[in-house]
């Protein structure tokens, strides 16, 4: 990403209409959900519409709004599938030194404790039972195939350092037991 490029992320995208003036229907990935619109005007990828917020609400098939300019159900059904962004400087700063947008996270360094490195950070995902961190490991000296990407646990114990401005996180990888071969 080029210097004169801010840095988006994505806050939602349009998933469908509701009701016949225009009203869309949004998936919010804000905590909140009914945040999205706190955000101010928010535009689609290419960067070259802008979404103002009316009324918004909470309905059973998401966040339900209102956005200005959309009046009619044709208008907003052609905005399915729009994802919605906002400049990243927008997004309020953190609350707490243990406190992450996952979007900072991508890219980062990956050390071991003994400071070497391990690998790169590809993923933050979260299925429902608590943050998981996607690490692509380093090349295997021995070997000329890529390492697949592994999934571990974002807690303290894994990850017990985190830090954006240097670059890098640190990783201590959980104790693996081997089984005898039966």
């Known amino acids: 990403m080029s210097a004169s490029k801010p840095k988006r992320l994505c806050l939602g995208i349009i998933t469908g209409v509701h009701g016949i ?39 059973k098939k998401g966040v339900v709004a209102r956005l200005k300019g959309i009046d009619d159900r044709d208008s907003a059904q052609a905005l399915k599938g729009t994802a919605l962004f906002v400049e990243h400087a927008l ?13 900072d996270l991508m890219g ?13 950070v590809t993923g933050v995902h979260n ?11 380093n090349e295997n000296p021995k070997s000329s195939k890529r390492l697949a990407s592994e999934v571990y646990p974002f807690d303290k114990v894994t990850i017990p ?15 693996m037991i081997e089984t005898p071969d039966e």
């Open 21 to 59: 003036h225009g009203e869309v229907v949004i998936k919010s990935y804000t905590a909140d959900p009914l945040d999205i619109k706190s955000y101010g005007p928010l535009s689609d990828e290419p960067n070259e519409r802008q979404f103002k917020f009316g009324k918004v609400r909470i309905a």
């Open 108 to 120: 980062l360094k990956v050390i071991l404790a003994d400071g070497k490195d391990y690998g790169t």
């Open 127 to 137: 299925f429902g039972a608590g943050d998981l961190i996607e690490i692509q490991a």
């Open 161 to 175: 350092e985190v830090d954006i401005t240097a670059g890098h996180i640190v990783f201590k990888p959980p104790i």
């Open 91 to 103: 997004l309020p700063k953190p609350r707490d030194e243990d406190e992450f947008y996952f979007t």
